[in-house]
Structure formats: C-alpha cells, structure tokens
C-alpha cells in the first residue's frame, strides 16, 4: 500500500490507443478496495472515500476523480474537505483515473503550487507466468516481518512512524483479510526483497516490489513480480495491474515479464486550503 510520488516524464512512448477500455477493469478493482474503507461517498464526478482508523495515510482518504469531462478543484474538494474534517486527515489526496479529460482541474491544482505526480498503468492479460528465482510466501505477519515493512517505506520515502503505524494497520485491518498476499526473497532467512499482490473482483493489483540496497542487481525484483504475476493468475484473475514509475527502470523490467504500458494517471498530495 505505501507508494511511491512519480514524477512526470516527457519522453514517453506513447500508450496504446485503447487505454481507456484497458482502464475500465483497473477502475473495477480501485472501486472494490475503496469499499473495504470506512466510507465511500459517491459524488458526479467519482467518490470520496475516508476512514477514521487511518487519518495520517492518504491511500484511505482521497478523493477519486472518474469524469471524462472537466471538473473544477472548488468541486472536487467540496465534496473532500468536509470528509477530510470529519476522519481529522490533514492531507488533501486527489487520484485523476483520466487526467487528459479534466486538464482544468489539473491546471488549476498546478497553479495552486500543488505538485502533481504521474504513475505509468502497467496491465498484464493473464498469460502463463514462468517462475524463476527462489521466493517464499509469508505467512506469519509477526513484529519481524512488520520491521522489514516499516524499513521498506524508507525507500518509498515513507519514514514517519504515526504515518508508518496506519500504514501497518491498514495491511493488517483491511488488505490481507481481503486476500493481499506477501512474498520475498530471503538471504539467511531474513526477507531482502518483497513485493505482494491482491485479487479483488476478478482483477490482480501487483503492489511493493522493492528490494533493498544491497541485494540489488540480483534479479529479486523481477523474480518476485513474476511470483505476484503468476499467483494472481492462478487466482483466476483475468488482468493484472500495477503501477511504475513512467520512464524507469522497473517499467522495463516488467515488460520483460508481461506487462504492457496502458496510460498514465496523475494524482497530488497537499495541505487542505481554506477559502
């Protein structure tokens, strides 16, 4: 669930021309994990989802932007603020599905001084995955698997214990009673390598592959996005998704594994502006 900011890259090769059906399905599966949260509000132009448990982790309180029209920031936060007061979050967190249709809204964010991130939307259609590399399932989620997930959001710049705290709590609580799966890489049997992944409404979410520093160059990363892969098609998931940052490193190696680029979505994390 901790997730990285991707920056936008300008040099992208472009994305295939049916993104918009490609998204529909990833849309499904957003829509079936924000209703494992407290709340989900469904507005004109999306829903707002909030959670009381979890005030300190965006992932639980944010706004879903779904309009393929434009939409104005004054709108969208109408809608948000409030939620944002009521659950005592003090980050406003908007996720844009079609950012090409709502250009305005991301304008007027731009101008605000809000950062806006892209991620890549990476989509694999169920084919037989080949394993390789030695992964192993977690099983027990005990204080020393939840040290490594805690030292693992370093590297997603996640460093803040209360922001950490939730981040276990939502893992524990909410995503593996749902199905979320863990699995790594160990070398004397600690975990140097993790990734994990969830099947909800027929859909696979591929999610935390990382591997720390110094196991890199190793082939973990890709090893266990194979697992995660060939788990979820097993589940009998007819996609898989995931996200990567666009232009990097990692978005190549999952197209060497299946993965195909589908389009981009764009997201901001900021303090709440009053009027």
Not at 102 to 128: F, K, N, P, Q
Request: hydrophobic share 45%.
């Amino acid at each position: 669930m901790i997730t990285a900011r991707r920056a936008y890259r300008s040099d992208l090769p472009p994305v295939d021309s049916r993104a918009v059906a490609e998204l529909e399905p990833l849309l499904r599966y957003w829509r079936a994990q924000d209703d494992l949260f407290e709340r989900v509000d469904v507005t004109p132009w999306g829903a707002v989802v909030s959670d009381a448990r979890f005030p300190d982790v965006h992932e639980g309180n944010y706004a879903r932007v779904e309009a393929r029209r434009q939409v104005s920031l004054a709108d969208v936060e109408s809608f948000l603020l409030p939620a944002l007061e009521r659950v005592r979050c003090e980050r406003v967190h908007v996720l844009l599905f079609h950012p090409e249709d709502t250009t305005e809204l991301l304008t007027e964010a731009s101008t605000r001084g809000e950062r806006i991130a892209w991620d890549l939307v990476m989509c694999s259609t169920g084919e037989a995955v080949e394993l390789e590399g030695s992964t192993e399932e977690i099983r027990t989620f005990d204080d020393a698997f939840w040290r490594i997930y805690d030292a693992s959001g370093a590297l997603f710049d996640v460093e803040d214990q209360s922001v950490l705290a939730d981040y276990q709590a939502i893992e524990r609580d909410v995503m593996i009673p749902a199905g979320r799966r863990w699995f790594a890489v160990l070398d004397g049997g600690r975990p140097v390598a993790l990734s994990s992944v969830v099947v909800l409404e027929g859909i696979g979410f591929v999610d935390h592959v990382v591997t720390f520093p110094g196991a890199r160059r190793r082939g973990h990363a890709t090893a266990l996005a194979r697992r995660a892969l060939a788990e979820a098609h097993t589940a009998g998931a007819g996609r898989t998704y995931l996200l990567a940052e666009p232009g990097g490193v990692a978005a190549k190696i999952y197209e060497r594994i299946g993965f195909r680029p589908v389009t981009q979505i764009a997201s901001w994390i900021g303090t709440i502006h009053t009027r």
